[in-house]
């Protein structure tokens, strides 16, 4: 099983700052690896895949990069509708599995 | 208006079963591959099932395997779970996704996924 381990658990920030979010995989995913934003009482919403391509309605300010096991999810100016949990995924290999997630709380 | 809407989940004794449904209130159910995902209050996301168009392939994760089926009927445009011998770990809101087109999770967002509580 592939275990992703995103850092850092929290991340405290101001509305307007850069938020820079990690998912390392024990295994190479090739660019197999997607992010979901999730709020509280919400599904989760589909915002990268395949590393660095945005999904549909998704904000430019959101991108993605990285591939094999080292990925990053930076959001380059935080609105208040930002704060939120994100979650990696990959598809490279079954099981499909997430990372923990990244809480980006209010400063 | 809600695409995919869970039901089925409630409180049950450890060792019960229950057996949640999606029902899919668009056109093309058949034409997609189907997944179940869960979340553990408090915790994160976890895959626990998957089952293409046809049925034919279909997928657990470890900690469901042997206890959870995954089905589908696509003339009622509906996917199932039945869950057995359940366990207090297993208390979660269960949410049911497609596949996208890129085969990636496709959550609905209106959809508020159905709670089951393990318990005595």
């Known amino acids: 099983e592939i275990v992703l381990t995103q850092s850092p658990a929290t991340l405290s920030l101001s509305p307007g700052e850069r938020a820079t979010l990690s998912c390392r995989a024990s295994?190479?995913?090739?660019?197999?690896l997607a992010w979901y934003q999730q709020k509280p009482g919400q599904a989760p919403r589909l915002l990268i895949y395949?590393?660095?391509n945005g999904a549909t309605g998704i904000p430019a300010r959101f991108s993605g990069s990285g591939s094999g096991t080292d990925f990053t999810l930076t959001i380059s100016s935080l609105e208040p509708d930002d704060f939120a949990v994100y979650y990696c995924?990959?598809?490279?290999?079954?099981?499909?599995?997430f990372g923990g997630g990244t809480k980006v709380e209010i400063k | 208006e809600i695409q995919l809407v869970e039901s089925g989940g409630g409180l049950v004794q450890p060792g019960g079963s229950l057996r949640l449904s999606c029902a899919d209130s668009g056109f093309t159910f058949s034409s997609y591959e189907m997944n179940w995902v869960r979340q553990a209050p408090g915790k994160g996301l976890e895959w626990i099932s998957y089952?293409?168009?046809?049925?034919?392939?279909?997928y657990y994760a470890d900690s469901v395997k042997g206890r959870f089926t995954i089905s589908r009927d696509n003339a009622k445009k509906s996917l199932y779970l039945q869950m057995n011998s359940l366990r207090a770990e297993d208390t979660a809101v269960y949410y049911c996704a497609r596949f996208n087109a890129w085969n990636w999770f496709w959550f609905d967002p209106r959809g508020q996924g159905t709670l089951v509580t393990v318990s005595s």
């Open positions: 395949d590393a660095s």
């Open positions: 295994q190479s995913v090739g660019t197999y």
């Open positions: 995924q990959q598809r490279g290999n079954w099981p499909l599995t």
């Open positions: 089952i293409s168009t046809s049925g034919s392939t279909i």
